[in-house]
């Protein structure tokens, strides 16, 4: 898991990229304002015409495709290239770079206009960089190993009478109580490494987790891992949002492009296409 912060989304009244007023939005930077505030010609990139994005390597699966950033595929790469058009930069325009997860957000000048690599906003991290407002609001999931008594399950009420477990003091030891709610106690593990292990040993019948650490899990951790799904959003969690340089003059209207995909339906579509249909339902 990236990290556990908490942080909210304020959704922007304005969609696009037009004229109005600075007010402070949740990524700490004032919307820019004049009518060509975020004209690609006003944009203050790291090379004239381009906008250069870093990610690590390996890119995995499903933010990535193919371990290859810049074909559009996976939900990150998409959404940037959505941000990019945004902005007025073409698909060919737009420059990767490799840059390793820690060092994104570590202090410094940064090479990069912008990263994306499922960096969780916190407020600690926020003192080195900028962030966007989020760009995806994580998920909680429930995942199994193929066969078990809750591999089939399609809602919440099918999990009722399940032994689950989760890491202590996480968020998804949160929604385990508080959503899920089942009649059996649920197990609690100092680390997700300990609750995979319960489960391999079939002392529990699931994991609840974030659904980034549940796509790692079932793919490297577990022989026969499955995503039963993903519980009903509720309340304030964890969110990714674009990094950029502390101060950068490029945040806000990341930000504002960002804002402008939630608003039209752009970001649910792409978690749609490359996150629920990749192997993730949503649980009813």
Known sequence: MRTRAVVGLAVLAMVGLGACAPEENSSGASTPSGADACAKDKL????????????????????FSGDDPSNGKGYESAVTYAVAKKLGFEQANVKWQTVQFNTAFAPGPKAFDLDVNQVSISEDRRKAVDFSSGYYDVRQT?????????AEAKSVADLVDAKLGAQVGTTSYTALRD??????KPAVFDTNDLAVQALKNKQID?????????????AAQLDNGKIVGQLPAGGQGEQFGFVLEKNSKLT???????????????????????????GAPELS
């Open 44 to 63: 203050a990139v790291k090379t004239a015409g381009t906008l250069t994005v870093g990610t690590d390597k390996p890119a995995y699966e499903p933010w």
């Open 142 to 150: 429930v995942i199994t190993t193929a066969g078990s008594k809750i």
């Open 179 to 184: 959503v899920v709610k089942p009649k059996p």
């Open 206 to 218: 699931g994991i609840v987790v974030d659904l980034p650490t549940a796509f790692y899990m079932t």
């Open 252 to 278: 806000g209207c990341v930000t504002q492009a960002v804002d402008a995909l939630k608003a039209d339906g752009t970001l649910a579509n792409l978690q749609k296409q490359y996150l629920t249909e990749s």
